[in-house]
């Protein structure tokens, strides 16, 4: 196994408790919440492994998750699934930073260009460094993976230039980057693909000014290309399955992160009338809920609090408090509804780190 440099818990019985979980009432603690999305709005997803419930919750109540790569339609439902066509509106995967989605759209328009060389492995199968997981088993070849690429990038820019509503979940403020040209990995090279070399990569732990520069930089290149386009913004409630920030504990380094991101999040919110923070931070990670939406490892979250968080984003961006009925253009998106139905732990890169 190659060498990196996270440290995990070391004690997962630390996390395990067991914990009363009577009836309650459900806690609506949205307040006014102006945007609206229309059964025909465009809503395009994504972030970290959280926004991946919003996705297939949008989609299966009926309303317009946008999705710009699919897939080649001579493939099967199952396969397109299996190779992660669906999960968010494009294929790039969980995009755990605010630095990697500015990246995106960078490398969307050629403004950016990272000299990062394909992730080559031992048996031959090759890996997208800023995607690595989204191929099931790595491209065969570095021709394979380039093309890929090309086509996935263009996809991405039908995507930011076609949507009316952008859903973008704040996962991390910990992140890998290159020391070449600055450009960050959603995994520390040598996790799920690569070799962790300390000469060519660096940890970064972002903090608020970063993220809100990082964030404000996207928006601005966002706003260039689709001027009408709107965000919500949330924070991933799932803590940090690991760190590297020297000398710090789990706990410590998810209490920062979170807090970082939540203090950029409603930063951003105030100063653009655009964008709209949905507290689904607030909602599972409430003391009120006794820890009740959190699965047994205290990690993930559960069905029950996915859909606490889903009904009341519709109750409050649609203004119906039961999800609209499917439409008939919505059969499309079934595949995608019936794939996510089966998993409640959703696929997340940073459960390699745990491995």
Known sequence: MTHHPYKSLPDKAFWRRSV???????????????????PETKVATAGSCFAQHVARHLSGAGFNYYVSERGHPILSHAVRQAHNYGTFSARYGNIYTARQLFQLIERAYGRFMPCEAPWVEKDGSVRDPFRPNVQPGGFVSVAEMEADRDQHLAAVRDMFENLDVFVFTLGLTECWESLKDGAVFPLCPGVEGGVFDPEKYAFRNQGVAEVVDDMTAFMIALKAVNPNARMILTVSPVPLMATAAPEAHV???TTYSKSVLRVAAEMLATTHDWVHYFPSYEIITGAYNRGRYFADDLRNVTEEGVSHVMRLLLKHATGQDKPVSRQPRQAENDATAEMARRFVEVECDEVALDR
């Open 20 to 38: 009363a979980k009577p009836a309650m009432a459900e806690v609506d603690p949205v307040g006014q919440f102006e945007l609206r999305i229309e």
């Open 251 to 253: 706990l410590t380094a």
